[in-house]
């Protein structure tokens, strides 16, 4: 249920498809430099991790196969002897990192230091028992191990060396470890970074949104400062261009219904007073007049109310609205209201904390509003099944139920707005007015401060409820025990 009017939904820009995300402009830059961070960091660490890694195993594989020829050599000397103790030779052999050494002759095997012959690659010692030197990687226990082996023909001997790489892979998971806590370093510094670059180039666009919100608020003559960035300076001035134009026809349309509505108050006042004549002498005047002269008056009132309604509307774009305000006692003040405006007898129920409740309002703005919406339920809702007024966290609420199909949620908040009529216009009640009356009464309730909405009657029963919502000044002196029209206030009057 709402006022009659019309309107259309702003229709998307062609070419354009909308697109959901799930993260805000900033999110997304500040995501965009940590995953950056993190892939770059994360590349330069396996780079490095294996370049030194390649670096450090083919040094320690060098070394370690320059000593054990060393070694190979220093034995075989010392096994040219006779009667030499092999054992105390191996003994006094210095395998590199060490390593442990193992000597096989005339089938007999020596390994001081428990690695045996058994623990050795088949393939290496295949490859030495041909005559050839070789070396190995291969897995002990676990290890990463080398074995280096080396013949010795001249005394019939073929001598191996293992060296582990214990050290070595733990200087690597040392070395890995650094790298990754570098590279979560290098993330979390991306991300910082990510978000002081995002607050920066996002800050104009922030500047633009507040400068729409006031623009929407009602700021007309909100503009973005001007700005030496090139790419940006397209921006605030495209902005500021759009904002003056729209200023300027906000203001030549509120001039041009302003100026409509008063040419057209001394016409309607000269027809107002031609069928004031015209009713006095209604009696002389045949059926078939009377019933075209009862017509013309109620066209006339409707024509009138609906100019009151435009130069009202004009004052506000104007900015000239002002409040005459005095403390008045809100439940007083709305039963006289009601019953100025209609000749049903509307029950107004008046909560008992309420009897006393004082806001500083302008009674003849909330008159009207009160009038406004008892008429537009008149209208459209079936008519004015009660008035409710009560008192919640230092607000009064005051409630107009009406008997009517109800509201949409989609129309609910589009039903304040000018010319505005929702989905059901076309087929609630006989189409009277122009949508001005409840976008008068949102005018006036948020000129005192307070809010007004539509919500569905909560007893369960069809129809609307409409609330004004407005501010409480404090508390009257005692007030007397009737109301207005001698019935007890904060029960229901007939």
Known sequence: MADDGGGT????????????????????????????ALVLSALLAAVTYGLVRENLVRQRESVAVNQAYLNARSLRDSLRSTGVDVSSVLDSLTPAGGGSPVLVRQGVVFAPLGIGLEELPPELRSIVASGQPARMRFSLDGESQLGVGLPLPSVQAAYFEVTSFRELEGALRSLGLSLLAAALVTTIAGAALGASVSRRVLRPLADV???????AGGRLDTRMATTDDADLGTLVTSFNEMASALQERIERDARFASDVSHELRSPLTTLSASIHVLEARREDMPERAQAALDLLVADVARFSAMVEDLLEISRFDAGAAHLDLEEVRIGELVMHAVDASTDADVPVAVAGDTVDCVVQADKRRVVRVIANLIGNAESHGGGVVGVSIALLDDHVHIAVDDAGPGVDE????????????????????????????????????????????????????????????LPVAGEAPAAPDTGPAGVPVGQASP
Request: hydrophobic share 45%; charged share 25%; aromatic share 6%.
């Open 209 to 215: 949104s507040a400068a729409a919100v006031a623009i």
């Open 410 to 469: 989609v129309d609910r908040d589009r039903i304040f707005e000018r010319f505005s009529r929702g989905s059901a216009a076309g087929s609630r009640g006989s189409g009277a007015g122009v949508g001005l009356g409840l976008a008068l009464v949102r005018e006036h309730v948020e000129l005192h401060g307070g809010r007004v909405w539509v919500e569905a009657r909560g007893t369960g029963e069809p129809g609307s409820r409409f609330v004004v919502e």
């Open 9 to 36: 939904a702003p229709r998307p820009l062609p070419g354009r498809r909308r697109r959901a995300w799930t993260l805000g402009l900033r999110a997304r830059v500040l995501t965009a430099f940590a995953m950056g």
